[in-house]
């Protein structure tokens, strides 16, 4: 199966997930046993569902072949290139393949002027005025290719504008852009490009991310800190006659080998076709081969098992022309199969994983309110069945027992009402402490800060101050958060002993997972901003535009999706207490009313037992729809894991 195949496969999966979600989100409402926060939770489960994507970045020295690549793995069906693939530098700014439903086929290009403005490109991307567009010709390879070539485009300027620009000048080339003999610096047109394209793998939520060489990379510090970081896979590309070059090393250091995943980051030995010069056996080329992959291993200090060998253009070649044995000599089959094996189960499992836990956290409150209905109607069908012949002080008597209880109960909830104001108030502190308020102002106190700093040098105190005071905000949410969870666990504790309410313990919140990621990033700003040739050689205004186009950028994404965790988990903590609070009132009423109404008419009562009954079924035929469409979930998410295992298998055996 290749990745294609692998990756319908997944879309396929996804969307029976969401099938399975929406008819219990549907059954939820129409059976009476959801709220609105349930559904709001379930409700976004599904958004993030239908938005998920996979974003595969391509990252290399110019005139590696990445480009043509990214045409043989992903494009190759298409009949040819959709990507420009020349000799020398064809991709000059980071450009983002993908498809938006009810698009139409364009392509969006960001001009290098917009780096004067404060904004970074994830920004930007909101504001369409700032971009060039063009409608691209999909029925037209000539009109595709001709469209897609400005990707390549670049203009010349002089070297103060390059600096301001953001980009680095070496007179000799080798760290930065190396003036002309007229004194001018060729830089790329564009700073960014987003091609929408109806290709099948796009439409099914692949993200396709190319990147520019090195001196274009180290311009763009949001690709260092948020788009190749964000990649569920990184491949980079070295070129197989020339091995690791010292920009090639360079590009790996600083972009590759600390911005991603380590499961997901592999290495591509391209243009392996070189070494067909038809004077070597097969022999030969071989153990050529591995020489170079032990080399490249022992350089970049990885294992041979993440590098892999291959020839980009024979491999697109060869599925232009269907040649199976060009395909199999190419090796592209064995890359792919590695991006299939690894890359799609560990994005399924995480969505699995984070499906199963939203719903089976909603569905077992549906099922303790369901318990908690048939109990109350049990008990009412008891007490019924208790009066049959007793006389009217019985009933009275009856009717006693149940005030009392209601009273008990509405003392209860006056302690639970002093519980939910205080909870109120430490809800609204924590997140005021991950609020963007916050976070405005910290952001405001640096750049006074920094400001204030005479010198580059003092900048890094200041970048380190303000990673400083976001932890400490996250470490009292913590604290908060702690506060919160004692607080109900006692309440949820009273209420099962003192009313009999079937609650189970709260679940407990982290922000861990937000400091770590604060302190990579605070890692990788200072790596990429704070070194003392960066602090030394740049000037002040340039490293602190930098550092609010990037690193404060990545902190308010950080403290956005934490804020959204937090919100949900307050919502998701008090939910069963309400629920059932709700459900003991509305059981209580219903029993005082039926005995009242005994009280009044005896003849009342068979039938009022006979609804119960009624009421009773219906109940128990409502616990066994939820137990089905809990299995109807369960079974959607792990058919992805069985046609995984499957697929795994059935590759393995034919390779």
Not at 145 to 154: G, K, P
Not at 173 to 193: I, Q, S
Not at 293 to 305: F, H, M, N, P, Y
Not at 462 to 471: I, L, N, T
């Amino acid at each position: 199966m290749t990745l294609a195949e692998q990756f319908s496969a997944y879309s396929r999966w996804r969307n029976e997930t969401i099938d399975a979600v929406l008819k219990l989100r549907n059954w939820l409402n129409i059976n009476d046993v959801s709220d609105a926060q349930a559904d709001q939770r379930l409700q976004y489960l599904i958004e993030r569902l239908r938005a998920d994507k996979l974003t595969v970045a391509f990252v290399a020295e110019f005139s590696r072949g990445k480009s043509e690549l990214i045409n043989a793995i992903f494009f190759a069906e298409h009949g040819g290139r959709i990507l420009p693939s020349s000799a020398g530098r064809t991709t000059m700014c980071p450009t983002e393949l993908h498809w938006t439903p009810n698009s139409t086929p364009e392509l969006r290009l960001l001009p290098i002027e917009t780096r004067a403005r404060a904004e970074p490109v994830s920004e930007l991307k909101l504001l369409p005025e700032c971009w060039s567009v063009e409608p691209l010709d999909t029925e037209s390879s000539a009109k595709l290719q001709a469209t897609l070539a400005r990707v390549s485009e670049v203009c010349r300027v002089t070297e103060e504008d390059a600096v301001n620009l953001g980009f680095k000048i070496d007179p000799n080339g080798e760290t930065g852009l190396k003036p002309g003999a007229d004194g001018l610096v060729e830089v790329p047109k564009w700073r960014h490009a987003v091609i929408q394209f109806p290709h099948p793998l796009l439409e099914q939520g692949l993200v396709v991310l190319d990147t520019p060489g090195l001196n274009a990379i180290g311009a763009e510090p949001e690709l260092t800190l948020s788009l190749l970081p964000n990649a569920h896979a990184v491949l980079f590309i070295l070129a197989a006659d020339t091995g690791v070059t010292l920009s090639d090393m360079t590009v790996w250091r600083d972009f590759v080998s600390t911005g991603a995943r380590e499961k997901g980051r592999l290495v591509v030995l391209n243009k392996i076709d070189g070494l067909w010069d038809g004077l070597r056996d097969e022999a030969s080329i071989n153990s050529e081969i591995d020489r170079q992959v032990k080399s490249v291993s022992e350089t970049l200090e990885i294992g041979t098992d993440s590098i892999f060998p291959v020839s980009a253009q024979k491999g697109l070649v060869a599925r232009v022309n269907s040649d199976r044995e060009l395909l199999e000599k190419s090796r592209l089959l064995v890359l792919e199969r590695v991006l299939s094996e690894d890359l799609l189960p560990s994005k399924q499992e995480i969505v699995r994983d984070n499906t199963l836990g939203e719903t089976r956290d909603l569905i077992h409150q549906a099922e303790v309110l369901l318990q908690a209905r048939l109990a109350g109607i049990k008990g009412q069908l008891q007490e019924l069945d208790s009066l049959h012949g007793k006389n009217r002080g019985v009933v009275e008597y009856m009717m006693y027992k149940i005030r009392v209880e209601k009273d008990e109960f509405e003392q209860g909830l006056k302690k639970y009402y002093a519980v939910r104001s205080v909870f109120t108030g430490l809800s609204n502190r924590l997140l005021s402490h991950l609020g963007m308020d916050t976070l405005r102002t910290e952001t405001r106190k640096t750049r006074d800060a920094m400001l204030e700093s005479r010198f580059s040098l003092g900048l890094r105190e200041r970048m380190k101050d303000f990673f400083q005071r976001m932890r400490a905000h996250i470490s009292e949410a913590e604290s908060d958060i702690s506060e919160i969870y004692r607080m109900l666990d006692a309440m949820y504790k009273r209420f099962s002993v003192e009313h009999g309410l079937k609650l189970t313990p709260p679940e407990k919140f982290s922000v861990q997972r937000c400091e770590a990621e604060l302190n990579h990033l605070e890692s990788v700003c200072h790596r990429h901003l704070g070194t003392p040739l960066m602090l030394v050689t740049t000037e002040k205004h340039v490293l602190m535009k930098k550092f609010f186009e990037t690193a404060a950028v990545q902190v308010r994404r950080i403290f956005e999706v934490v804020n959204h965790d937090v919100e949900q988990w307050l919502r998701a903590v008090m939910a069963p207490l309400e629920i059932q609070v709700r459900e003991y009132q509305l059981q209580l009423k219903r029993r005082l009313e039926s005995v009242r109404r005994i009280h009044q008419a005896t003849d009342t009562l068979e039938n009022r037992v006979e609804e119960l009954k009624q009421a009773e079924q219906s109940s128990e035929a409502l616990m066994e729809e939820l137990t089905k469409l809990q299995d109807g979930i369960r079974r959607a998410l792990d058919s992805a894991v069985a046609e995984s295992e499957e697929n795994t298998t059935r590759l393995a055996i034919v390779a």
